[in-house]
T-cell receptor, first 110, second 115 residues
Framework: QKEVEQNSGPLSVPEGAIASLNCTYS??????FFWYRQYSGKSPELIMS????GDKEDGRFTAQLNKASQYVSLLIRDSQPSDSATYLC??????????FGPGTRLSVLP | EAGVAQSPRYKIIEKRQSVAFWCNPI?????LYWYQQILGQGPKLLIQ????????DSQLPKDRFSAERLKGVDSTLKIQPAKLEDSAVYLC?????????????FGEGSRLTVL
């Protein structure tokens, strides 16, 4: 079992819709969870971090964490074509390492 | 504030040749990471430094890859000899306090093509 798993996509949503991105992780002791966005040919950039169960909202982005289910999600409301990118889920594991998932490619259609 | 600097941006070599990548992290960042990102995949950790000490190099193919961080600042990643499967983007990232804040700052990456 890989440490961090995501659906590879592509996930296509129409402009203005809600995009839902999911991530599961295997290390039960992980405490820190992150979503990074990576545009094609660019480096990853942090968009959300979450450390406690529940929801965390920042503008159009909402991160959700359920430690019992070892599940993290990212919702993007009012999706825009500029949101088209690969979204990487990352977890700090027991070894204090950042472990990235394979990423989900999101395409927002005008 | 200057970001993470990496060079070269692009490198094309033939298999069995050697290559070296350089990274200069953000000033004051104690933790430095090298990741390998193969096209269509997420970044894979190769090595993590805390100051000039190695924290984790469990996924570094030590028969061909080596890395050092002299004086706890700049770092170099070397591949010798290169294989076709080493074609990837090599990302350097740094963070301020052991990484718990989550803010990894990435360089622009070094894209390696092995022919």
């Amino acid at each position: 079992q890989k440490e961090v798993e995501q659906n590879s996509g592509p996930l296509s949503v129409p402009e203005g819709a809600i995009a839902s991105l999911n991530c599961t992780y295997s290390d039960r002791v992980s405490q820190s969870f992150f979503w990074y966005r990576q545009y094609s040919g660019k480096s990853p950039e942090l968009i959300m971090s979450i450390y406690s169960n529940g929801d965390k909202e920042d503008g159009r982005f909402t991160a959700q964490l359920n430690k019992a289910s070892q599940y993290v999600s990212l919702l993007i409301r009012d999706s825009q074509p500029s949101d088209s990118a690969t979204y990487l889920c990352a977890v700090i594991n027991y070894g204090q390492n950042f472990v990235f998932g394979p990423g989900t490619r999101l395409s927002v259609l005008p | 504030e200057a970001g993470v600097a990496q060079s070269p941006r692009y490198k094309i070599i033939e298999k069995r040749q050697s290559v070296a990548f350089w990274c200069n992290p953000i000033s004051g960042h104690a933790t430095l990471y090298w990741y390998q990102q193969i096209l269509g995949q997420g970044p894979k950790l190769l090595i993590q430094f805390q100051n000039n000490g190695v924290v984790d190099d469990s996924q570094l193919p030590k028969d061909r890859f080596s890395a050092e961080r002299l004086k706890g600042v700049d770092s170099t990643l070397k591949i010798q000899p290169a294989k076709l499967e080493d074609s990837a983007v090599y990302l350097c990232a740094s963070t301020q306090v052991g990484g718990r804040t989550g803010e990894l700052f990435f360089g622009e990456g070094s894209r390696l093509t092995v022919l």
